[in-house]
């Protein structure tokens, strides 16, 4: 089955999916947990990195919107 969505809905999924990230990890508990010394990703992945990944993509439609609209 495919899910069928528009682009604002997709836009909009990916800034929330933003926001959520952006609360996390302003939130005391993620941030001590971050700081640990055990916490590590295989490839140093942090959560911040999530949320640029996550605007790129945003800013990439953005532009592709722009680009078609001419």
Same mark, same amino acid.
């Given at each position: 089955?495919?899910?069928?969505?528009?682009?604002?809905?997709?836009?909009?999924?990916?800034?929330?999916?933003? $926001? !959520?990230l952006q609360m996390?990890?302003s939130?005391?508990? $993620?941030?001590?947990?971050?700081?640990s010394? $055990?916490?590590? !990703?295989?490839?140093?992945?942090?959560?911040?990195?999530?949320f640029?990944?996550?605007?790129e993509?945003?800013?990439?439609?953005?532009?592709?919107?722009?680009?078609?609209?001419?």
């Amino acid at each position: 089955m495919e899910i069928k969505l528009t682009t604002p809905e997709i836009r909009t999924i990916l800034q929330g999916c933003q $926001y !959520t990230l952006q609360m996390v990890g302003s939130s005391k508990d $993620y941030r001590k947990l971050q700081s640990s010394e $055990y916490f590590s !990703t295989s490839n140093d992945v942090v959560l911040n990195d999530a949320f640029n990944a996550l605007g790129e993509i945003v800013s990439a439609i953005d532009d592709v919107e722009q680009a078609t609209q001419k």
